[in-house]
T-cell receptor, first 115, second 114 residues
């Protein structure tokens, strides 16, 4: 049973459009993450947040931006989508003081395709 | 840069066979997690190993963390079609710019045929 929800599950859209990928969790976790996953490649962390009004860029450079106005909500926005943004985007959350020792709970992802 | 190398990348076996997948790094990790991801879904945590040399069992799955905390293995006994999926290892750095966030390997894609 999923306590972390991502919408939409699939999105096919033209170049230049503004896109927002939604992620919500009901577990009250302070820590939330966005990963990018391409076939045959590892998950790359693109953004993370340790709480409300806290956002940081991850290891993989991304043109997307995020916001964390509420604990449960961590949307990702692309102001002007390009074909290079085509990928699967996974949202996750975790609790605890040291993220590495706590399980991350993942949503089912948004598969984004930019034409 | 901390990297996790997983091998093999692909594995196709018959039901009932045993298998081992590996996760190796030149870096030390404070802990290592194993996830399984099925098509169209997000990864789901299987286990976290924290202590060097630690062995954890989850039914037919046995996980081991290397003594030096640089590597880990996952052994599946008598594989079943339900074990099919992408197995990902993820390490948490002891220090560093990623604030202890997880670093993922590319995964081992396992297919178990009936």
């Amino acid at each position: 049973e999923a306590d972390i929800y991502q919408t939409p599950r699939y999105l096919v859209i033209g170049t230049g459009k503004k896109i927002t990928l939604e992620c919500s969790q009901t577990m009250g976790h302070d820590k939330m993450y966005w990963y990018q996953q391409d076939p045959g490649m590892e998950l790359h962390l693109i953004h993370y947040s340790y709480g409300v009004n806290s956002t940081e860029k991850g290891d993989l450079s991304s043109e997307s931006t995020v916001s964390r106005i509420r604990t449960e909500h961590f949307p990702l926005t692309l102001e002007s989508a390009r074909p290079s943004h085509t990928s699967q985007y996974l949202c996750a959350s975790s609790e605890g003081d040291f993220p590495g020792n706590q399980p991350q709970h993942f949503g089912d992802g948004t598969r984004l395709s930019i034409l | 840069t901390q990297l996790l190398e997983q091998s093999p990348q692909f594995l196709s076996i018959q039901e009932g066979e045993n298998l081992t997948v590996y996760c190796n790094s030149s870096s030390v990790f404070s802990s290592l997690q194993w996830y399984r991801q099925e098509p169209g879904e997000g990864p789901v945590l299987l286990v976290t190993v924290v202590t060097g040399g630690e062995v954890k069992k989850l039914k037919r799955l046995t996980f081991q963390f290397g003594d030096a905390r640089k590597d880990s293995s996952l052994h599946i006994t008598a594989a079943q079609p339900g074990d099919t999926g992408l197995y990902l290892c993820a390490g948490a750095g002891r220090y560093g710019g990623s604030q202890g966030n997880l670093i993922f390997g590319k995964g081992t894609k396992l297919s178990v045929k009936p």
